[in-house]
């Protein structure tokens, strides 16, 4: 497989080492017919969210702090954050997403690239999205903050089409979704004219994670709430 960087990079994605020596050779000497420039190999990382654990590695139960701390996150585990001039303020809680969800958004990538051009979907990929959509219905129920969630998906991560999902669970607003013929926005709730910028810092988020900027795969981010102020501080 071949992917162009956004640097223009021409990144090729193979089984192994020497599949991509390989590869480079039938470049170089069948069909280019030059050197071409090409850096070590990459082994490619990715960050993900996990559920704490009840037993560690010996498969036994884990006791005393690491408990205490276990309970705790179960008690709540959401955040409370608020833009740098104080006009927004969000509640947004982060889950792991379940193990055939995320396989479902990566075979499905392609389709998902679709709902970014609706002159890509056809009379067959809309009908291959009804499905989709069913089966990731299906995939998230399992689990009880993200069932019945699909029609609030705003946003897939990184570069829209990943195995990231970005749900919008505010009661009081009124937004599209990222499905063909989402509902429409609420006129006059100025938080509908800033849904883009949170769908950007999402997409920012998944592509370069927190531990060490890798992109992110695997985890629902939920906005349970958002307050916006008229004016923020200047």
Request: hydrophobic share 35%; with cysteine.
């Amino acid at each position: 497989e071949v992917i162009v960087s956004e640097a223009g990079e021409f990144l090729l994605v193979t089984a192994g080492e020497v599949h991509l020596q390989r590869c480079i050779l039938d470049l170089t000497e069948s069909y280019a017919k030059c050197e071409v420039s090409v850096s070590d190999p990459i082994v490619p990382f990715r960050e993900t969210i996990v559920p704490v654990p009840e037993t560690d590695m010996l498969n036994e139960a884990i006791e005393g702090e690491n408990v205490t701390h276990k309970e705790a996150d179960e008690g709540d585990g959401s955040v409370d954050m608020e833009t740098p001039n104080k006009q927004s303020r969000f509640r947004i809680r982060s889950v792991p997403l379940p193990a055939d969800c995320l396989a479902l958004l990566q075979k499905h990538a392609d389709l998902l690239k679709a709902l970014n051009d609706p002159t890509q979907l056809s009379t067959q990929s809309g009908t291959e999205l009804n499905k989709f959509k069913d089966e990731l219905e299906q995939s998230l129920s399992s689990d009880e903050i993200l069932k019945d969630s699909v029609s609030r998906i705003i946003s897939f991560g990184p570069k829209r089409n990943g195995p990231n999902i970005l749900v919008m669970k505010v009661e009081d607003l009124e937004c599209g979704s990222v499905w063909p013929g989402g509902q429409s926005t609420r006129k006059g709730d100025q938080r509908s004219d800033k849904i883009s910028s949170l769908v950007n810092g999402f997409q920012l988020a998944t592509l370069a994670g927190p531990i060490c900027e890798e992109p992110m795969m695997g985890v629902g981010m939920v906005v349970e709430s958002w307050e916006l102020d008229d004016e923020g501080d200047t």
